[in-house]
């Protein structure tokens, strides 16, 4: 990703910095990034959007006109600004790998860096670990709807905004979907693109069996034809009729795509309709509104459907479009930290997640602990960046989604249901709950 | 803005396109964007994202690499391709000025240029359109709930992405807010800048009014102090303690902010305490999971708040994350087009929107009807570009602010309350009611 300016910031991170530079505070400090809780209809999370945040800490810095525009606002100290011009990330970044299934109260990515380098990337780091885990926390759901059908991101154009639109692509691929239909998600990721035709096309023809002609003309190898502009059945018809003379020129039609009114209904309807004009490999596809949960239901009641476009209720994460999620402060110098805000209180010290299995390999729970003090199970946080350098190459998508298959495939049926239970309450170790003690009564 | 690539649509467009330029198919093309229903909660929308529009119009052309991808994906003509070099918009643009309340089933953009340029920018327009109306509609709820407060947008965290962040920033400004925490929609729209302080920051001093006083320090004219990190009234009687110290390095505390809790009773116990040790000025600012909805309990309880902090459910839409909006073709080559997908029929023809209003100047009603056929009524799409130049200079922000506070005081109280009803459906004039009958007499 071409990273957007170093002032998509908050204001705030910036006036931290300044005091923190007044009074000399740069000592190590350690962050933790979590959700609070789940939202309803989640019982459980995929983290996601560590390579983005990887980049953003490997090339974090100041450019020139940047700090020039600082100093105009009149809110800073000049010596202060010319501190930021040596800013970078020197410190370390540990994590869940992406597509880890994760649970509140677990840190997903834990900083430990001087303060102010540590401080100051805490608005884009949660901006862009938020979105994606939002995104591939709803699209794994659509992946266990519909096993083994073709899942495709249409949500381009009501994603919020163009960030979005790409990153949601790739979270909706690393969390099981085929591919996508915005042609730059392609590019920048390797995510497998898809792409039919629009109403305007057959609309834009005097008839729509000439436009199906042409269409397939222009793409011989992928011709998805779009037959709901005007009568479903009838289009259907047109394209039995139309078949033998593309096949003629040696053009088979890929498919057809039904976006509009019951469409289970339609596409029994269209598929007889095709077996009875021997297009048997003709396949369909479905859009128009879906989420995991009308995906269910198609395929519950036996509908004839290959592939499903899914877009925005997927891409906005329409019933939950946030987690509560937070980067807090635990260490600071050497001192372990906690918040005690109202029912925002924090688990303080440098933490570590340990999962464990059952004989079967099968998900049994995850322990939350100090990582100084490591119980059984495996740990899941990672080292990524030691002192400001990647320690490996990071994980390609291909590997992220198989992470997922894996950990979901490990979770109980209890969980994996889309009207799935809320998962147990993640255990706090007894030296991390000792500790939180300790620092409520020395304060 | 800095444009995203040209690449970011969906792959669709580049098919149709493929499939035109094979039939030489270019002829011109009118489509408009509109809304089709209002989601719950919403009695009207503001309109938003022109400026942006616009811009992606006036530049769009696409870059030497990204055609090298295309060429590399194995599905386009190389002559297609190399077609695309010179594309340009060449069109025309007309639109409802930024800020125009609006309603279901108007068009809020027409564009008429040929088909290929006309059809490949569906996908960018609709995301640019798409968002800054979802979130300006939803701000200014916030703002009819709090007349004469402080609202600031602190949704960066939670946007979904970067460019959402900078584009709620600048739709909740011009809804009605009074700035935003995020630094670069200061620099990229001029939108005002607030920030204050995170917990973290308290928590790293060992002590929490040594926190404050060296915030202050650092901050001499802008110092906001978070008080909720440990004990809220107990922070609150710290500053007061603090006060006459700082007042005699002749540094006034400017507010305090909440971020936790029963805001309104915290507010009330903090304003007392700030009010009995002689801070009458110092202002109380509240944050956390704020909507128009809290704000409005929260004044309507008396709580004493002078600003807002209003971050995820604003910038997400929580409620209504996305608006059922659609770009369709209403004509082509001179012909007036209609989809009829069931429960997606259009109403065909290059069409207008009238307003009217009764003798108070109070808004009665819109009617949309042909652009051939005007009728009594303020007409609402005015020209933005034609022959792919720019008409006029675009408005500035102040002057959508206060399109949007003219059209909005306009509005019955019954749309204008935040439990406002439905609008009346608009009306569509005999004109264009007999060109839809005639086209579907006709297939």
């Known amino acids: 990703m071409p990273s957007p300016s170093t002032l998509l910031t908050d204001l ?7 005091a923190y530079w007044a009074e000399r505070m740069n000592a190590t400090a350690v962050f933790e990034l979590f959700v609070r809780r789940l939202p309803s209809h989640r019982s459980f999370l995929v983290a996601a959007g560590l390579e983005q945040v990887t980049d953003y800490l490997l090339d974090l810095r100041f450019a ?4 020039a525009y600082l100093a105009e606002t009149g809110r800073f100290a000049p010596a202060f600004l010319a501190s930021l011009r040596d800013l970078r990330f ?3 970044l540990d994590a869940m790998p992406e597509g880890t299934v994760c649970f509140p109260d677990e840190p997903i990515i834990r900083i430990s860096a001087p303060m102010r380098e540590a401080q100051f990337v805490e608005s884009r780091l949660l901006n862009l670990i938020h979105f994606q885990t939002v995104v591939a926390s709803k699209a794994v ?10 899942l495709v991101d249409f949500g381009l154009r009501r994603a919020h905004g163009a960030e979005a639109a790409l990153l949601s692509a790739r979270a909706t691929y690393l969390a099981g979907f085929s591919g996508t239909a915005t042609v730059e998600a392609g590019r920048r990721f390797g995510v497998p693109i898809y792409g039919t035709m629009a109403h305007s096309y ?13 269409f397939a003309r222009a793409h011989p190898e992928n011709a998805i034809l779009l037959i709901d502009t005007y009568d479903t059945e009838r289009a259907a018809h047109a394209v039995v009729r139309l078949a033998p003379t593309l096949a003629g020129e040696g053009i088979a039609i890929r498919g057809v795509r039904i976006d509009s009114g019951d469409l289970g209904e339609h596409a029994r309807r269209v598929r007889a309709i095709l077996d009875g004009g021997g297009l048997s490999a003709v396949t369909i596809f479905v859009s128009g509104n879906l989420d995991e949960l009308r995906v269910r239901d198609l395929l519950a009641q036996g509908a004839p459907i290959d592939g499903f476009g899914i877009g925005t209720r997927v891409n906005t994460s329409a019933d939950a479009p946030y987690l509560d999620c937070a980067y807090k402060l635990q260490e600071y110098d050497g001192e372990p930290r906690r918040k005690r805000s109202e029912g925002k209180a924090t688990w303080p010290g440098r933490k570590q997640v340990h999962r464990r299995y059952d ?3 099968l998900w049994r729970g995850d322990v939350v602990t100090l990582a100084s003090h490591p119980v059984p199970g495996v740990p899941l946080l990672e080292p990524v960046i030691r002192a400001g350098r990647l320690v490996a190459p990071l994980p390609e998508l291909s590997a992220i989604r198989q992470r997922v298959d894996e950990d979901v495939a490990r979770l109980p049926e209890s969980l994996r249901a889309l009207d799935g239970e809320a998962p147990p309450q993640v255990e706090i170790a007894p030296a991390l709950r000792a500790l939180a003690a300790e620092i409520d009564a020395c304060t």
Chains 1, 2 share one sequence.
């Open 12 to 18: 705030y991170e910036l006036t931290m910095l300044q």
């Open 90 to 92: 020197t410190g370390d």
């Open 359 to 361: 004989s079967d390999g």
């Open 64 to 67: 020139a006109d940047e700090l």
């Open 141 to 150: 759901r659509c992946a266990l709807a519909a096993p083994g059908k073709v």
């Open 202 to 214: 057959v609309q834009a023809h005097s008839d729509e069996s000439a436009a199906f002609a042409a």
